[in-house]
């Protein structure tokens, strides 16, 4: 028996001490449709931002509603916003429309990125996250990935991040003569580079009295390993 969250956000996500992804608040929750149905009717709940609009518009209500939400969560992380803000320009008060311009455009894509990460991230990874989100936010609910298969893409993309990131730290030696400031100098970009924004990083957040995102870097992907437990 499936169970549908219905009010997925990041707010729901709690961490422990040790940075392990907790799903709260399932007041909302309910059982999903049975073998050979499609979807469920049932009242509209939830919040303002999150839903799936097929179950905004008629009620409907499936498994891929839950997919829906967890894309704009991704979002969420990839920009550090909120998916409905007032206190933003009128134009990018709406998080999914806001970041539709750019998304897409691998040239346009640091316009989005959270501005705290101060472009350092891992570019490859982050298209492929956005990507990810992209189909988790397909209109049509059959067209959207299930969520075990956004867990095998999710774990594929830390895969692809944490390789490249050893590869570019492994690249850089010191060479014979190399003064003490040279040597200083490149044990500082060496370590630059250790720190380079990585997807496990970026799949971490802390959430504040008001409601900002925060990153830390930790040494797994607490929302990778919570999707693992999604129904």
């Keep these: 028996m499936q169970l549908i969250f219905r009010d997925f956000k990041t707010s729901n ?30 009242s509209v709940v939830g919040t303002v ?17 839950d997919v829906w939400s967890f894309g704009v969560v991704l979002y969420e ?19 999914l429309e806001w970041v539709k311009p750019f998304a897409t455009d691998p040239k346009k894509l640091h316009t ?10 891992c570019l490859e990874s982050a298209q492929n996250l956005v990507a990810l ?8 609910p059959k067209s959207r990935p299930r969520m075990s298969e956004v867990v095998e893409m999710l774990d594929q993309i830390i895969k692809t991040s944490n390789s490249e990131t050893t590869e ?10 190399e003064d003490a400031a040279d040597t200083k100098k490149l ?8 720190r380079v924004f990585e997807i496990k990083d970026m799949l971490t957040l802390k959430n504040n ?9 930790v040494a797994s992907g607490p929302i990778a390993r919570m999707a693992r437990t999604w129904p």
Excluded at 55 to 62: A, C, N, P, Q, R
Excluded at 112 to 121: F, N, Q, S, T
Excluded at 168 to 177: F, K, L, Q, R
């Design 13 to 42: 996500i709690l961490l422990d001490e040790d940075f392990n992804a907790k799903l709260s608040d399932f007041g909302f929750a309910r059982h999903g449709p049975t073998a050979g149905v499609g979807h469920v009717e049932t």
């Design 49 to 65: 931002g999150y839903a799936a609009p097929e179950y905004v518009h008629t009620g409907k209500l499936t498994a891929k509603s």
């Design 77 to 95: 992380l990839l920009t550090g916003r909120r998916s409905l803000d007032r206190n933003l320009p009128r134009s990018e008060q709406k998080l």
């Design 112 to 121: 989005i990125m959270d501005p705290r990460l101060e472009g350092k991230y």
């Design 133 to 140: 989100a992209n189909r988790c936010l397909k209109k049509q």
């Design 168 to 177: 570019t730290i492994a690249s850089t030696s010191i060479s014979p003569g």
């Design 187 to 194: 044990s500082k970009d060496k370590s630059s580079r250790s």
């Design 209 to 217: 009295s008001v409601g900002r995102l925060y990153w830390r870097s």
